[in-house]
């Protein structure tokens, strides 16, 4: 276990709000090893690491394990404390979770990503760090050594949008559509692999494109088993839409967010999922069309 140069961890002490848990600090975590879990709601990395952060959590808890999961949102709306403690009730997280919504903490810990992983021993230094997905049975050893126990791993298996991705099958990238990181936007059309197009009136923020009314729709031609969209919302009342796959409803191949006629509804913002495939995966073109105006769209993920 790398010795991480012996730093202290950082308090807690930027918090905006604590969900599960009064805010801790020194005192209630002297003589506890620690995980320290960043991560923001959309963010489908993070979402296929819960799985393991909530297990350990489960199973180290009696042997002294502290678990604080810290949300730091990427995008603007993840800033409101009623969709971090729905997403914390959805993935069943019963461990303390530090709001930052100022980018304190994050900042403290010098941290740039989601998910980041910091573990901390029972004298507060910070003794080993990872960052995004897998090296799991590496990261339980490194908490059973801070404990000083040894036993197997826990058994541990994501369903839905935590279901390790399909990495064999998984050609298409992380897709950012506002103009700050947008990219490879080109007409619906004439989309090639990992190429977008908007069709309707939309309005290209910063973050996000919004759209202006109703009957927009988004197409993507991608390669992979899943496909998710991060949507929010600028109206009140839910936004219907439809998915369809190279121009046909995806049946069998639907998300959890669509049935298989393709009908899906936006309530509220987080990460939708799509389109699941189940075999043959080969490239597809995936089109959204939104039967309201209000619908926001960020960046397209894929597993």
Request: with cysteine.
């Amino acid at each position: 276990m790398a010795l991480f140069q012996r730093l202290r961890m950082p308090t807690f002490a930027g918090a905006t709000a604590w969900l599960n848990s009064e805010p801790l600090g020194p005192e209630e975590l002297r003589g506890h090893a620690v995980v320290v879990d960043f991560w923001t709601l959309t963010c489908i990395n993070w979402l296929r690491t819960e799985p393991h952060v909530r297990a350990w959590s489960q199973a180290y808890r009696d042997d002294g394990l502290i678990v604080v999961g810290v949300h730091t949102p990427e995008f603007s709306f993840e800033h409101d404390i009623e969709l971090v403690r729905q997403a914390t009730e959805d993935r069943a997280i019963d461990y303390p979770v530090a709001l930052d919504n100022d980018y304190a903490i994050w900042s403290a810990f010098d941290n740039h990503y989601w998910p980041a992983l910091y573990f901390v021993d029972t004298d507060g230094a910070i003794r080993d760090q990872h960052f995004g997905e897998g090296r799991y049975e590496q990261s339980e050893r490194v908490i059973q050594r801070l404990l000083g126990v040894d036993r197997d791993p826990v058994t541990v298996r994501g369903d839905g949008v935590e279901a390790e991705a399909d990495w064999g099958n998984l050609r298409s990238p992380e897709t950012y559509l506002g103009y700050a990181r947008g990219e490879r936007l080109a007409a619906p059309d004439r989309l090639r692999l990992n190429a977008w197009g908007l069709t309707g009136k939309w309005t290209t923020g910063a973050e996000n494109v919004i759209l202006d009314e109703a009957g927009g729709s988004i197409s993507y031609r991608f390669h992979a088993r899943d496909a998710h969209l991060v949507l929010s919302q600028t109206t009140q009342e839910p936004i219907p839409f439809r998915v369809v796959l190279d121009g046909e409803a995806p049946g069998a191949s639907h998300g959890l967010d669509v049935d298989a006629d393709g009908n899906g509804v936006l309530r509220g913002g987080r990460l939708y999922q799509l389109v699941r495939q189940h075999d043959g995966i080969s490239e597809r073109t995936l089109e959204i069309t939104f039967l309201e105006r209000g619908a926001e769209a960020y960046v397209f993920t894929f597993g």
